[in-house]
């Protein structure tokens, strides 16, 4: 089993940058995959990104193409979401979710580890 802890969220202006950051412990392989998925009120479960721990495989939602990248560091265990270019409708609890298989999945069922999140907040 993988614990999960996500740091690095706060409020920002719209235009802003922000990187979260997600430090795994446990068990992790270089083709096991990390996501990141965000919710905000009201709304469903929604995916970002995802990454294998050997950065060899990347997949962004159409959301984030563009503006947010993801980025694993396994020296340090720990998986960064840099997000540029903020729009308020980024505003969302963010979190990271590990995948003990391979696979980029995009569905949030397919993650068995989940960290507790972390509050974005994009002011307009």
């Known amino acids: 089993q993988v614990q999960l802890v996500e740091s690095g969220g706060g409020l920002v202006q719209a235009g802003g940058s922000l990187r979260v950051s997600c430090v795994a412990s446990?068990?992790?392989?270089?083709?096991?995959?990390m996501g990141w998925f965000r919710q905000a009120p009201g709304k469903e479960r929604e995916f970002v990104a995802a990454?294998?721990?050997?950065?060899?495989?990347?997949r962004y939602a159409e959301s984030a193409k563009g503006r947010f990248t993801i980025a694993s560091d396994n020296a340090k265990n720990t998986v960064y979401l840099q997000m540029n270019s903020l729009k308020p409708e980024d505003t969302a609890v963010y979190y990271c979710?590990?995948?003990?298989?391979?696979?980029?999945?995009?569905?949030?069922?397919?993650?068995?580890?989940w960290g507790q999140g972390t509050q974005v907040t994009v002011s307009s």
């Open positions: 990454i294998t721990w050997s950065g060899t495989g990347i």
């Open positions: 446990g068990r992790t392989f270089s083709n096991h995959v």
């Open positions: 979710a590990s995948r003990s298989f391979t696979g980029l999945s995009s569905d949030g069922y397919d993650y068995n580890s």
